[in-house]
């Protein structure tokens, strides 16, 4: 039987940083990151990809901003935002994968899923939003668009202007996990919970979707434990994780425990919105499985001693 890994693309396999993020940047960068997981489809990997969308999602804020403020168009709420990105960002994968398969004679079916997320409507982030969203406004602009739409605005720490903030609610439950195990095991590549999926709540008795941002490395998590997975990956824009990071005495960390894990995030060794995410979606498909988690740079995918492993 062929092993199942799930591999979730860092920020870098769609922006780098300096670019634009125009389309052919984007597909470019994809293309690059799909030709790392080259060793994967060599070796008949079952393959399940998720992503990030958080500069595409932005982009798309500020588009309708822009329409609502020029032509009166109405703008759309986060939920069917991050439903377009999805969209977006699935295609571009799977023309990325498409050029490595082409070029190296494989035959496998690529398939995105727009994928929504269950999270608990009573979640404690929603009383306390913190993840930053969608353009920067002066004081004022905040104050008066908080007033019109009851949204909340808080201050950037690096004084850059005020931007809205939205719940970073924990994922519960992921819809159509089955068969995205099904795909993935008939040897389909399927890309899902792109951009942490969809958030959406149960009210009477349906789904609905709400303004909030599912951390995608807690998602894809979440679908490597839900499918049983035998790897999960990681991709980012260094090739290890490191302690003291930066510093004269920062040290990379080759192999360590759930339990060293725990010590060094817990001693604030990761940054939130970095790696910290990232180290506690590992420690979280660990314990669950007792399978390693692998933290990486896309190029050294294929590597038997690549990247940062986490083990029981």
Known sequence: MSKLAVVAFGGNALLRSGQK???QEQMQNVADTCQSLLPFLKQGYNLVIGHGN????GNVLLQNEAGSQMFGLPAMPMDVCGAETQGQIGYMIEMGLEKVMVKENIDRNVVTFVTQVLVDKDDPMFKNPTKP???YYSEEEAEAYAKETGAI???DPKGKGWR??????KPIDIQNIKL???LAEEGNIVITVGGGGIPVILKDGVHVGVEAVIDKDLASAMTAIKIGADEFYIL???????INFRKENEKALDTITVA???????AGHFTEGSMAPKIRAAILFVKETGHEAIITEATKLGDPTCGTRIVK
Request: charged content about 25%.
């Open 260 to 266: 060293e894990a725990q010590l060094y995030l817990d």
């Open 153 to 155: 605005y808080k201050e």
């Open 164 to 169: 809205k903030v939205v719940a970073s609610p």
């Open 21 to 23: 993020g125009t389309c």
């Open 133 to 135: 969203v969608g353009p």
């Open 180 to 182: 995205v195990k099904r």
């Open 236 to 242: 980012t824009d260094v090739p290890k994780v490191y």
């Open 54 to 57: 958080g500069p595409q999602v």
